[in-house]
């Protein structure tokens, strides 16, 4: 072993090489010099925002840099439409997920999902109510009452319309014995502008992403009074349930990608392998577990196959409420 090491050594190193270069051939031939760019169809500091950006910063050392953009408006079918104008161009990315699905049922929009080519669900992240460190409301029993009481006089901030946080404030009023259709929802293209609307007074309580509002928590600017998962976060362990407090409501939200119309079979299957190196790199895991996200991966026909059987819980959800 002594006198063949060195020469075995060598051949590994010969081996590694090659394959390196093996790869990076094919990346320069998938991308062909052109960067990603990562469409965020909302405003930025939203969860669809900081889901790119980490991404951008994941796929670094695997495609090299990155762009990431933000198209505000309508609960992402704003950006829909034009994203689906990238017609066959494998260079384009567009972070989606429940949020959108609703979006597109309560706006009634001429262009949907099955307009994209679908390739990972990335993570799921569940939602968190909260209210201004300054509110008279310090539980979830309190606001609760005040919904039973008079439910148009509870103001609810949160995301687009038909999104996953109006669809959670909808199935606690009926959890609650309240009209779905009466809730008072204030809706907003993004995180950011939710949470500005609720510090400065003229929303009773948000709804958003944990993910979006921890930092919020940690400074102590609002206070979270429940969290729609089955069972206490570790990101929040302090937090009870809505069903712990009597609310027998759960919901989880997720994240996922999809490429434009018409990009061919090969540059789907090289994009779906480009996304699931990046969910088993260490940076991404370091991402889950700093955002508190949980992993979701999923790709191929069982995405597709998921998101349509998600487009049809989400539709008969907003029903109920009015709202498709």
């Known amino acids: 072993m002594r006198r063949w090491g060195p020469w075995i050594a060598a051949a590994l190193a010969t081996v590694l090489l090659v394959v390196s270069a093996a790869w990076a051939e094919d990346d320069e031939g998938f991308l062909d010099g052109r960067q990603l760019r ?19 910063a994941a796929l670094r050392d695997l495609a090299g840099r990155s762009e990431v953009y933000n198209v505000t408006g309508a609960g992402g079918t704003i950006g829909l439409s034009q994203f689906v104008r990238n017609d066959g161009d494998p260079t384009q990315l567009m972070v989606m997920g429940l949020i959108m699905l609703g979006a597109i049922e309560s706006n009634d929009a001429p262009i949907g999902l099955d307009r994209t080519r679908p390739l990972v669900r990335l993570t799921t992240d569940y939602e968190v109510i909260v209210v201004p460190a300054s509110s008279p409301v310090r539980t979830m029993p309190e606001l609760v009452a005040r919904m039973r009481q008079d439910l148009g006089a509870v103001s609810f901030a949160g995301g687009s319309a038909g999104g996953v946080e109006q669809i959670l404030a909808g199935l606690v009023a009926d959890a609650v014995g309240a009209d779905p259709g009466q809730v008072n929802y204030v809706a907003h293209s993004g995180g950011g502008e939710a949470l500005a609307t609720l510090l400065s007074g003229r929303a009773t309580a948000g709804v958003s992403g944990v993910s979006e509002l921890a930092a919020q928590i940690e400074a102590g600017t609002v206070r979270p009074l429940a969290v729609s998962s089955a069972t206490r976060l570790p990101a929040l362990p302090d937090v009870p349930t809505l069903k712990e407090q009597g609310v027998d409501v759960e919901l989880a939200n997720w ?3 999809v490429a434009p119309p018409g990009i061919g079979a090969d540059d789907e299957r090289a994009l779906e392998e480009l996304l699931l190196e990046m969910t088993r790199g260490a940076q991404w895991r370091e991402t889950l577990q700093r955002r508190g996200w949980g992993d979701a991966t999923l790709a191929g026909p069982e995405f597709e196959q998921f998101i349509d059987q998600e487009r049809r819980t989400v539709t008969d959800v907003l029903k109920k409420m009015g709202l498709a």
């Open 38 to 56: 990562l469409m965020a169809p909302a405003a930025p500091g939203g969860g669809w925002d900081q889901t790119a950006r980490e991404m951008q």
């Open 255 to 257: 994240r996922g990608v």
